[in-house]
């Protein structure tokens, strides 16, 4: 990979598809479809370059970020313009690094702020530049195009393809790559238009009708082409972008790959061009031809400055300020002659700066001093005529100021009373514009806060008479709609009247406001009724000459669902139904149907009227079919609670049954109902017994629970229609038996547990409990031994990693008298003791002599640090000092204290022989188990 990084100038207006195409190159990159290289965002601080005096400040670029940003807005159709400079890098393969930097338009425009920018010496050290320009607005937009393609036109000319005087270099062997963007637009007989076309169009040499002006902005370069190119796919319109699975670029891979071999060949070609011109200019020195006169060149320089002066001050005179300025910058840019500058203080022209800034507060001056009378007229925020010259005149001074946002730092007092203005001269055009539709009203209220405080009565007042006629407009098109009969007319209707109820919710309302809006309001439900009347007439006259009862009923149910209607609209529609019905019931007496098929046609048709069912039961009756005995015998032998429900809908259906038999119906329905809860509580009780039996207490709750759900779903199901105290008696205090029973069988096993780990433990034993101690307390949030549970879960955090603790030597006892048989004399009364206690971890005390008398207080303390898995072996030794020979006592080896509880083993009594000592652990938190 090269060293020397590669520079990419991009250049476009705002809009044109800059952002779009970028993202989508890196997206395809994402998904493997480039054909020769793989790019790699690299993000890296630009420092110094080597030889610079003025190295540019430290630059942090974020290039993986800059990436991921234009990937993620890809398919959103979010709309992004460039306003500041955008830099990154990238790895091409492993041929190159790029460096890509971006051109915002607003920068261009002035050329005055290039040296500010930087943007001058990152042009003339570029590598490569890619163009974008609009297909579509080159072919029928062409004025348009060509004058937001001006900045960039002068940045080439100048600075890429420099064919003036006193260039530094003449860079024909840069590749500029022309990219006619959003080329999906092109339809009709634009799909037939090539690159190559639209290039000679734009750039001058045809015209739209083929008979331009035969003029070139710059001389074509060697490795220049250019493409047409589709970044995404087909747009559904200017917002809405393609799906991404619908991604499909044309023209994006394959131009950029072109660009980086081109830039590579081009490089290689300037480096051999470089050494020839080093070894042409040593052998000229050598020869004595670089003894150019210095006078000669002041001369030169001299008459070129006096021609851009006057150029300047001619321009100045008509008020023309950015041609003024414009002829300055470009003396400036083309530098001294044959490239080599004379001292400063013989330089023709350099005060250039001094007059350019002259320039730039002058034309700020005159520009502001123009806008005088109309600043007067948005003080006075008088209610304009937005119609009148004098106002279209005022608005687009204005517009024109606030375009230089340089004058916003030169002159700030001055833009902030020109945006001021603005706002005047946009609710003026707000005054003068038409209200019509929704969105005008909508705008209103809007732009409301800002236009002036005695405005916004009369902007408010327009509100009724546009009310007016959008709704006309809503009420013309939904009639049209109902021509169809199909209540998308109706729908219009619902919408146009949520939004008339938001407008009158807006604070902005009065109540003569909401009184205009609301006869509005009136108004159209006026007319939705009468429209629903007139597709309620057509759909029941359509359903009448129908010759299938069935497709007519379709019909009318499809629109009583789709539409909201009143309540005498919906009867107009049932007694429709009801007619249908009864036609289709003609039917099936008519072809003589079997009974089996004419109670599947009752269940088919629960909403058939009450006459009509009972046409179709008296003919069952009259073929010989008792329903209720069959409905009995299925009622009893039925297994699933799913089957036993359609028997119970079977018998709200049996409309022939006298009251008798569907009262004796019910109740078998009901007892079924109690024997398939007890049977399925039953189930239930021998899957809970099984989990127990695992220890899957989880599992066992979660059965009762599964349990409890059906129970109140089948509960709900036949509550309605059927006696359920006695099936809910059945199955009464189940739950709450067995929750306590699986409450008190997880306690066990946890206090079980607890046991097993109390003498011995490994961390890995000590997380798994710590684990089932969690489950418990999320298990049973109610649980009586929640509190107690938590108590351990908080002892065995405190102990995990090992606690600092205190133990403490508090008394001793020696039963018998070891200096009995020298008990000549009180003096050897007694035992005269020493204790020595060794913990094995670095801790040991050892106490003074001291006389046994009657269990004497010692209470000496060592720090030692206790853990669940460490061997705490603990030493202590009794002697007896006497002047001949001490005597020991007892020896006491307590070991193996670890364990969750092991500690405790320490505390309290320990006796050997005649001789007991009392110890006591503190500084360990307390466990209820």
């Given amino acids: 990979m090269e060293k020397r990084p590669y520079k990419l100038a991009i250049m476009g207006a705002s809009g044109v598809g800059k952002t779009v195409f970028l993202g989508s190159y890196f997206y395809a990159n994402e ?37 991921n940003e234009l990937i993620d807005i890809l398919f959103k159709g979010t709309q992004i313009g460039t306003h500041k400079r955008v830099d990154m890098s990238m790895t091409v393969g492993d041929r190159m690094k790029v460096r890509l930097f971006d051109l915002p338009g607003g920068f261009t425009v002035d050329s005055t702020r290039w040296e500010d920018q930087k943007i001058r010496e990152d042009l003339e050290t570029a590598d490569g530049v890619i163009f974008f320009i609009p297909a579509w607005d080159t072919l029928h937009n062409y004025a348009e195009c060509r004058k937001t393609s001006t900045p960039f036109d002068t940045a080439i000319s100048q600075y890429i393809r420099n064919e003036k005087a006193g260039a530094k270099e003449k860079k024909a062997d840069i590749p500029i790559y022309f990219l006619f963007t959003k080329a999906d637009k092109l339809q009709g007989a634009d799909k037939d238009v090539t690159a190559e076309q639209l290039l000679d169009l734009w750039s001058g040499l045809k015209s739209a009708s083929q008979t331009g002006s035969q003029r070139s902005f710059f001389k074509k370069g060697q490795f220049d082409k250019t493409f047409l190119v589709t970044s995404l796919g087909t747009w559904l319109d200017d917002r ?56 000669t060149l002041y001369s030169v320089q001299k008459l070129r400055w006096n021609g851009a002066e006057r150029a300047s001050q001619l321009a100045a005179a008509r008020q023309n300020y950015p041609e ?42 005159d520009s502001y001093k123009g806008l005088a009378g109309y600043l007067q007229i948005a003080d006075a925020a008088e209610l304009p005529d937005s119609r ?30 020109v945006k001021k203005a603005e706002r005047y001269y946009a609710a003026g055009a707000m005054m003068g514009g ?18 002036p405080e005695n405005w916004r009565e009369p902007l408010l007042n327009r509100i009724p008479a546009g009310a007016t006629a959008w709704i006309a407009a809503v009420d013309q098109d939904a009639a049209a709609k109902e021509a169809e009969a199909s209540g998308s007319g109706l729908q219009e209707y619902d919408r146009a009247a949520s939004q008339l109820r938001a407008l009158m919710s807006s604070p902005h309302m009065n109540d003569q406001l909401r009184e205009a809006l609301n006869a509005q309001l009136g108004a159209l439900e006026k007319s939705r009724s009468s429209q629903a009347d007139k597709l309620i007439s057509a759909k029941i006259a359509a359903a009448g000459s129908m010759e299938n009862p069935e497709e007519a009923l379709r019909g009318l149910e499809e629109l009583k669902a789709s539409v909201t209607l009143s309540e005498a609209q919906i009867k107009r529609l049932q007694d429709a139904a009801d007619r249908q019905y009864e036609a289709l019931v003609d039917r099936w007496l008519s072809d003589k149907t079997a009974a089996e098929t004419l109670r599947g046609y009752l269940r088919q048709y629960p909403d058939m009227p009450k006459s009509a069912k009972s046409r179709v039961d008296s003919s069952l009756q009259r073929m010989g079919y008792i329903r209720s005995e069959d409905l009995r015998q299925s009622i009893l032998f039925a297994d699933y609670m799913s089957t036993l429900m359609e028997k119970a809908k079977e018998v709200n259906e049996l409309h022939t049954a006298s009251a008798q038999e569907l009262q004796e119906l019910r109740g078998a329905v009901a007892q079924r109902f109690q024997e398939l809860l007890s049977r399925n509580a039953a189930v239930a009780g021998e899957e809970i017994a099984d989990s127990l039996a695992k220890n899957d207490f989880s599992k066992a709750k979660g059965h009762i629970e599964g349990f409890s759900a059906q129970k109140k779903s089948n509960l709900a199901d036949f509550s309605r229609s059927y006696g359920t105290s006695a099936a809910e008696n059945s199955v009464a205090g189940w739950e709450e038996s067995w929750t306590s029973k699986v409450l008190t069988e997880n306690y066990r096993f946890l206090r079980d547990r607890f046991r097993e780990y109390k003498d011995t433990c490994e961390p890995s034993d000590l997380n798994t409990f710590s684990k089932e101690l969690k489950a418990f307390t999320d298990r049973w949030p109610g649980a009586p031994q929640k509190d107690e549970v938590q108590q351990v879960i908080d002892y065995i955090r405190a102990i995990r990693n090992g606690v600092d603790a205190v ?44 006389e046994d008398d009657n ?52 505390n309290g009594p320990h006796t050997q022989g005649d001789a007991t000592v009392w110890l006591k652990v503190e500084g360990i938190p307390d466990c209820p188990w």
Avoid at 266 to 285: E, H, P, W, Y
Avoid at 812 to 832: G, P, Q, R
Wanted: net charge negative.
């Fill in 31 to 67: 998904r493997g479809m480039g054909k020769k290289y793989h790019i790699a965002p690299l993000n890296e601080k630009l420092t110094a370059a080597p030889g610079q005096t003025e190295p540019p400040d430290e630059q942090e670029l974020n290039s993986v970020q800059v990436v």
């Fill in 240 to 295: 809405t972008p393609p799906k991404e699975e619908e991604y499909q670029p044309i023209n994006v891979v394959e131009s950029m790959e072109s660009l980086f071999d081109d830039m590579a060949r081009a490089r290689r070609l300037r480096d051999g061009n470089s050494l020839l011109k080093k070894a042409s200019i040593f052998a000229a020195a050598a020869l004595g031809i670089f003894a150019l006169a210095a006078g």
């Fill in 324 to 365: 003024a300025i414009k002829a300055l910058d470009d003396f400036r840019a083309h530098g001294a002659p044959l490239g080599l500058p004379l001292p400063s203080f013989m330089s023709p022209g350099k005060d250039a700066g001094v007059q350019i800034e002259k320039l730039r507060r002058d034309y700020e001056a």
């Fill in 388 to 417: 009148s010259d004098s106002f279209k005149q005022g608005s687009q001074a204005v517009k024109d100021y606030l375009t230089n946002d340089a004058f916003a730092a030169m002159a700030p007092e001055h833009y902030a009373a």
């Fill in 434 to 451: 038409t209200v019509k539709t929704l969105d005008d009203i909508e705008g209103i209220l809007r732009q409301i806060d800002l236009a």
């Fill in 807 to 850: 133990l403490t030597l508090e008394s001793a006892l020696v039963t018998k008298n070891y200096d009995s048989a020298f008990a000549t004399t009180h003096l050897f009364n007694e035992n005269d003791l020493q204790i020595t206690l060794d913990m094995g971890v670095g801790a040991s005390l050892k106490t003074p002599v001291f």
């Fill in 855 to 906: 269990h004497p207080q010692i209470n000496m303390s060592i720090p030692f640090k206790w853990e669940t898995k460490c061997e705490i072996t603990c030493k202590i030794k009794v002697i007896d000092v006497d002047i001949k020979e001490d005597d020991t006592i007892a020896e006491f080896l307590l070991t193996s204290c670890n364990g969750i509880a092991g500690w405790r083993k320490l």
